[in-house]
């Protein structure tokens, strides 16, 4: 049951719960109705209603005629059914979410699901900036707290977040910022470069190889907006002792399971839109 009010009285508060004086216990009702459908109970009766909840078949026909005038209950028949009203409810909390507080969740799970660390970042300039980051079961020499910056060619979610500029904005990028060798394996030169987007354009993911630390792989996908532009990435890296580069490659649709699910969440934020 969603709960078990002692009396038929919205109005009445329930102190002897250890609650505050300002509790309104009606608001607290009125949420329960509203709680007891679901997809197993799309429509339900009064008597339904009061069953599930807890509440007296009197108090349940006083908040359903309260919700129906508001517009959050649609009843006919003596059947009641939730209106698409009560998505309003949800969607103030999740316009205001960020890109690292609906990854943050689902980045956790990656990490769980394959035991090696996952980052976020998005591209500001020449860099990424790493905005969310969950470490995995191994220590790790590079130093990615939130907030730290590297060179957007030398990591697999700086090269998929620049594969997937504009022409012309790639190519400012590469007048721009100098492509300094990191490591012996660093793709510096401008044509190498433009080709090894390419692939990650076709193939959907990064993958880099000891590019930017000794024994450190990553892969990364991006993360896209409604209009299917790219605006952040998430990865998952590990030590070359611990997984191979096929064994990372084998994780990516992982990644991009992780990534469709962060892009659902942001599908209704404020902070996602133009």
Not at 35 to 57: K, Q, Y
Not at 165 to 179: G, I, K, Q, V
Not at 240 to 256: F, H, N, T, Y
């Amino acid at each position: 049951m969603v709960s078990a009010p002692p009396s038929d009285d919205p109005e009445l508060d329930d102190r002897s719960a250890g609650r505050s004086r300002d509790f309104v216990q009606s608001l607290e009702r009125g949420l329960a109705i509203i709680r007891v459908f679901n997809a197993e109970r799309p429509s339900m009766t009064v008597s339904e209603i009061a069953h599930v909840s807890g509440l007296t078949r009197a108090a349940v026909r006083r908040f359903l005629l309260t919700l129906t005038e508001l517009g959050y209950v649609y009843g006919k028949n003596n059947r009641f059914q939730l209106t698409p009203k009560t998505l309003e409810l949800g969607y103030s909390y999740l316009s205001a979410l960020s890109f690292p507080d609906i990854a943050l969740p689902r980045l956790e799970k990656l990490v769980g699901d394959t035991a090696e660390a996952s980052e976020g970042s998005i591209l500001d300039r020449g860099d990424i900036v790493y905005v969310v980051r969950v470490p995995g079961s191994a220590m790790m020499t590079i130093s990615v707290n939130v907030g730290a910056r590297r060179p957007a060619y030398a990591t697999a979610m700086g090269r998929v977040l620049l594969a997937n500029l504009p022409t012309a904005d790639l190519e400012t990028y590469l007048r721009t910022y100098e492509l300094t060798p990191v490591l012996p394996r660093t793709i510096t030169d401008h044509n190498a470069f433009r080709a090894e987007l390419k692939k990650v354009r076709e193939e959907g993911y990064a993958l880099v190889n000891q590019e930017l630390e000794e024994g450190l792989v990553a892969i990364a996908v991006p993360v896209r907006d409604r209009m299917g532009r790219a605006r952040a990435a998430i990865n998952l890296s590990t030590h070359i002792g611990r997984k191979s580069v096929e064994d990372m490659r084998a994780l990516v649709p992982l990644v991009q399971e992780a990534a469709a699910d962060i892009e659902l969440g942001l599908s209704h934020s404020t902070n996602w839109a133009d």
